[in-house]
């Protein structure tokens, strides 16, 4: 039921196939943790940089950053987080995301991943469902200020001496720590859990990190689907670090290898595709906080990056900046453009003016840790715009008929299902929506349309489910439609996704009013803007009287989708037309 194995390009063997993750078994994958694949290279290679801020002036060895991560390890001990422990991090890029990434890691707590753009009913869902122990959060992200949110949220804050944190409303929220050194009231500091730390007899560690095994769960990431409720996907070490593992080998990583990474590190593109790609191959991070062309060109510039991820309107921002020019890109040489439909032209601009002849393109989604699929750099430039590459090793895909769940032919459209080492374990506390997409076979089921060619390579066509991924971003519809149904004017309303040649797709509403209630598009997008993350937020609004139905009464949203990209298309041509 799995795709024929890859021709490699030019015909050569596959390094997949003769090469393997330090501490591989007999199966090809490695049995390491977080931690312990850590403190590999802070003893083999203790020198080298693991972590770079360019624009912090802020450079950590695999040492260094090792030894700050035992500290803060320690620190989260002391206070009373064990193995199994849920530990949010709110915030973007800052250098102490990764050190409590890593220190949960050895603690055997779950991180919990929360998206910088979320608003207070956001995190107040996240904070529920995900029974989070503590909360590690900066001062806020653009219009978003995330101490006045959790001060509104967890009164009690103030009213409680750190450590002694008792919430009504979260039962299981017991510490909050501000990731920096200025000080909030019922709050602790990075640097104060640190200080704890350094308190802490080694053996503390010791004992917390022998208790953890690599099937153990490390990262909860949270993604929409179409209950329009965030689901906790749960991922293992063996998960991450095998998939992070394949795709850095994919581009050919080595030790010497500098990635730049701009893509948020909550997403399973930073954490997985950035992070894991470089810590498998004992590379080093370069990091930009929050993406600024500007700024990332200046890190590829400054410390020679040979790698460089972004979606396609990361890239076109770079290369379209008007300072371009002033900035030497020639030392780049492989990367990732992910997150949406990879345009030939941008992809042609990438390697030509950027330098990145090996560029390649990854297909998966959080569930599978992410990496179902990959190109290889030195595939032809068609493969790599056209194609989302062939199956990771280890990893089985096949193409389904979405009724009877039957293999289907080469070239045939079908759902893409794959089964293997990257699967989650399942979604946090929602055994039946994990059995939905986890069958009795162990295949997971993506909802995604596509095809395999005989040469093993994949296509996506399409999707049998409603989410709408606008730049990377996955929007479930029934989340923004459940939001704006109990306002008294509306009396239906349906959320799709219309085509963007910036983001790939951006949300778009259909409103049927209540009779004699009239609304303006702004009301529309203001009450979502309120309430949900910007990105949420509906670009066009249209008023319509009646939805396409099918015979049984059920709307048809896929017709909805097609009128969009009309609609759409004559609000700009019209647009266009008034400037």
Known sequence: MSAPPPTAPDGELTADATAAPIGAGADGFTTLTLGEQLEFWARTTPDHEFLVYPDRTLRWTYAQFNERVDRLAKGMLAIGLRKGDHVGIWAKNVPDWLVFQFACAKTGAVLVTVNTAYKAEELDYILRQSDMKMLGLIDGFRDVNYIEIINDLVPELKQHPRGHLHSKTYP???????????????????????????????????????????????NMQYTSGTTGFPKGVMLTHHNLLNNGWSIGHRQ???????????????????VTLGVMAILSHGATLVCVEVFDPLLGLAAIHQEKCTVLYGVPTMFIAMYTHPMFGMFDMTSLRTGIMAGSVCPMEVMKRVIADMHIREITSVYGLTEASPGITQTYGRDPIELRVGTVGPAF?????????????EPLAPNTEGEVCCRGYNVMKGYYKMPEQTASVIDSDGWL??????????????????????????????????????????????????????????????????????????????????????????YKVPKYVFFVSEYPLTASGKIQKFKLREQSQELVDH?????????
């Open 393 to 405: 090793p280890g990893v089985d895909v096949a193409i389904l008929d979405p009724v009877t769940r």
């Open 172 to 218: 299981h929220l017991t510490h909050i720590c501000y990731v920096g050194q200025e000080k909030h009231r019922g709050m602790y500091t990075t640097a104060e859990l640190i200080l704890l730390g350094d308190h802490q007899p080694d053996a503390l560690l010791d004992a917390a990190r022998a208790a953890i095994d690599c099937h153990d769960i490390v």
């Open 252 to 270: 050919r990583f080595t030790a010497t290898d500098k990635l730049c990474l701009q893509v948020p590190l909550f997403h399973c593109f930073g």
């Open 445 to 534: 089921h993506t909802g995604d349309l596509g095809t395999c060619d005989e040469n093993g390579y994949y296509r996506i066509t399409g999707r049998i489910k409603d989410i709408i991924i606008r730049g990377g971003e996955n929007i479930a519809p029934k989340e923004i439609e459940d939001l704006l149904l109990p306002l008294p004017e509306i009396q239906d309303v349906q959320i799709v996704g219309a085509p963007d040649d910036k983001y790939g797709e951006i949300p778009v509403a259909f409103i049927i009013l209540a009779r004699g209630q009239t609304l303006a598009e702004e009301d529309i997008r203001d009450h979502v803007r309120q309430h949900l993350a910007a």
């Open 571 to 579: 609000r700009r041509t019209a647009g266009a037309a008034e400037n």
